[in-house]
């Protein structure tokens, strides 16, 4: 009998890395929303994480379980030849109840992974809607513009949603992994109680092989996700700074653009310009020998002024 199943050590990488990259990006969204106008409450971030660690608790020590059962197959396999059939059924026997807890507690686990950030859950500030909306309001626009916190929080919001998506593909993953070990040991257990050979040798012997590198990557794994759990409450440090130049740059430009608009600014701007090239014409008239000739020009031209100023 050949046994279909998925590759449990790539499962445990990508689910280790997913779990790490959400709690990155959890870290980055506390400290980009520190340096934002968002609204938020630190003690429900803090509360959040604080759950998130019991559940990668609850994991690392579920992957502890995998190696338990890596266990049973090595020394089962490792004996087939010597062990009774009641001895050979008893192993089959442990290796079926740890694979249906584990079934039954991965179940449990993914009911529990209501993994929303509370930072996404604050999206009312009026900064977002700046790009969408609009507004002929210089105080509006300078109340408003984004500033490098509300950018980079939603950067960090956007890696947060994918990494859990990820965290779900893959505990959905790991479910059906022991959902066929489970029916994999039942199968072997009801052909040697038939009295049917169920595993050739060679077939006995890839099974412990594969079991064996596998218990390497739930190693790596278990590492993995106690080191998280380690530096996940530490809270991040915001130094105070003033608004960064590049946003002053432009918070300048909009008001400048702003004003020369103005229709009330505009007559006069183009007033002041007209007086301007004027007034130099007739010094460099003045300077060239043409005199009165500038003074005339500017006489004539004096009207424009009046009716723009009217």
């Known amino acids: ?73 090595q020394l089962f396999i490792n004996n087939i030849l010597e062990m009774t059939t009641k001895l050979g059924l008893g ?14 507690e991965l179940s449990q686990i993914q009911k529990n992974m209501n993994i929303e950030s509370p930072y996404c859950r604050h999206r009312s500030n009026p900064a977002w809607s700046v790009s969408r909306s609009y507004q002929n309001s210089t105080m509006y626009l300078l109340g408003n513009l984004p500033r490098a916190g509300d950018i980079a929080l939603s950067a960090a919001r956007r890696r947060f949603n994918t990494a859990t998506r990820g965290i779900t593909e893959e505990l959905k993953q790991l479910s059906v992994f022991w959902e066929a070990q489970h029916a994999f040991i039942k199968k072997q257990t009801a052909d040697i109680e038939a009295g049917i050979v169920g595993l050739s040798q060679d077939e006995a012997q890839r099974y412990a092989e594969r079991w064996s590198t596998y218990d390497e990557k739930t190693l790596d794994a278990i590492k993995r996700v106690n080191k998280i759990c380690d530096v996940i409450m530490i809270e991040p440090e915001v130094p105070f700074s003033s608004a960064p130049p590049q946003r002053l740059y432009w918070v300048w430009l909009v008001v400048i653009w702003k004003f020369i608009r103005h229709p009330k600014v505009a007559p006069l701007l183009l007033c002041g310009t007209i007086t301007f090239t004027f007034t130099f014409i007739f010094w460099r008239g003045s300077n060239s020998g043409l005199g009165a000739g500038g003074a005339t020009l500017i006489r004539r031209h004096s009207r424009l002024w009046t009716a723009i100023k009217d």
């Open 91 to 104: 192993f089959l026997t442990d290796m079926a109840a740890i694979s249906s807890s584990l079934v039954q």
């Open 1 to 73: 009998m050949r046994q279909k199943s998925l590759d449990l050590g790539e499962i445990l990488v990508n689910l280790s890395a997913h779990i790490g990259d959400a709690m990155s990006s959890l870290y980055d969204q506390q400290k980009a929303a520190m340096a934002s106008r968002t609204p938020f409450d630190n003690i429900e971030g803090t509360e959040f994480r604080r759950k998130l660690k019991q559940e990668w608790e609850k994991l690392a020590h579920i992957f502890q379980r995998f190696r338990e059962f890596n266990e049973l197959v």
